[in-house]
């Protein structure tokens, strides 16, 4: 039987690149290469099926988002051919930020048994929260917003529950991350500056690469959150797609590990890709686990 120790990361208040105008000599070739991997990655998203079927599926407000989205491929693809990769960079990010709200709005469109797997994982990230969030608001001085949050958790996550019950799993989706994302926002201000730290025991490395796997996807759906509230505006997206282009790399190579059955490599690149999720969190105010 196996056991864990899970470091906490405290809120990082700080956490920016250097900006722009402070870059005496910017690395053009870097900047193309950039802009080249998100052209690739957005003309994928925005010609994918999912985004065709968004675009015919009626809701004009989603087929608008995804137009608009070709219409910034385009421009991306004007500037890059006229060599303003900084451009091409910007229109990018935008067309990416349309094609995510695009399918945040089609979220509820996704099949039965992919939103069940989705509610249950979610589930399981809530119930895992809340037994921190529990202890800390059981320690000396705590402030009353933790049994507040306690309190909202609790009510999110029983009306996401008589939701799926009625067959509404998108609308329990969305409960049950925004009751995800109060636990870990209200662990963040508890623990600012501290370290949390976690037991965990795994019976086989098979079963802890499931955890690994879950808690990733879990982030991950944070991630999408914080993004759709526009915490990554501006320069910020740069670094955050740095951080998810390198976790989507890193969970490939952990896939890879599991299916030949070196499940404890998989966990250590799980926890490598995880860590890149978290440091997209923290950079967008959000203190994760």
């Given amino acids: 039987m196996g056991y864990r120790f899970i470091t906490g990361i405290a809120l990082l208040l700080a956490l920016a690149c250097p900006p722009l105008l402070a870059q005496t ?27 065709r079927a968004a675009t015919e599926g009626g809701d004009a407000e989603t087929a608008a988002l995804i137009g608009r989205g070709k219409q910034l491929l385009q421009q991306a693809r004007d500037a890059l051919s006229a060599q303003r990769y900084a451009d091409a960079s910007q229109a990018l990010d935008a067309a990416l930020q349309n094609v995510s ?15 069940k797997q989705r509610l249950q994982e979610m589930s399981e990230q809530v119930a895992s929260y809340r037994v921190a969030l529990l202890e800390l608001s059981k320690a000396k001085g705590a402030p009353t917003s933790a049994q507040a949050t306690l309190r909202q ?60 796997q879950k ?6 759906i944070l991630v999408g959150m914080m993004i759709g509230e526009g915490r990554a505006d501006g320069e910020k997206r740069r670094m955050i797609d740095g951080f998810l282009k390198e976790a989507v790399k890193l969970k ?26 978290n440091r997209a969190l923290q950079a967008m105010g959000v203190a994760v686990f």
């Fill in 25 to 51: 000599a910017p690395d053009v070739e870097s900047q193309r290469r950039l802009a080249e991997q998100k052209l690739k990655l957005v003309d994928m998203l925005v010609n994918s099926p999912k985004a």
């Fill in 101 to 115: 709200k695009a399918n945040n709005r089609n979220a509820g469109e996704l099949s039965e048994s992919v939103q």
């Fill in 153 to 212: 958790v609790d009510a999110l996550a029983e009306e996401a529950r008589k939701a799926a019950a009625a067959g509404l799993l998108g609308d329990a989706n969305k409960m049950m991350a925004q009751a995800c994302k109060l636990e870990v926002e209200e662990v963040s201000r508890l623990r600012a500056g501290q370290e949390v730290l976690m037991s965990l025991k795994f019976d086989t490395p098979a079963d802890e690469y499931v955890y690994e």
């Fill in 215 to 220: 808690r990733y996807e879990s982030n991950q």
């Fill in 252 to 277: 490939d190579d952990a896939a890879g590990l599991a299916q030949a059955n070196h499940h404890s490599e998989a966990v250590a690149a799980m926890e490598k890709a995880g860590l890149q999720i």
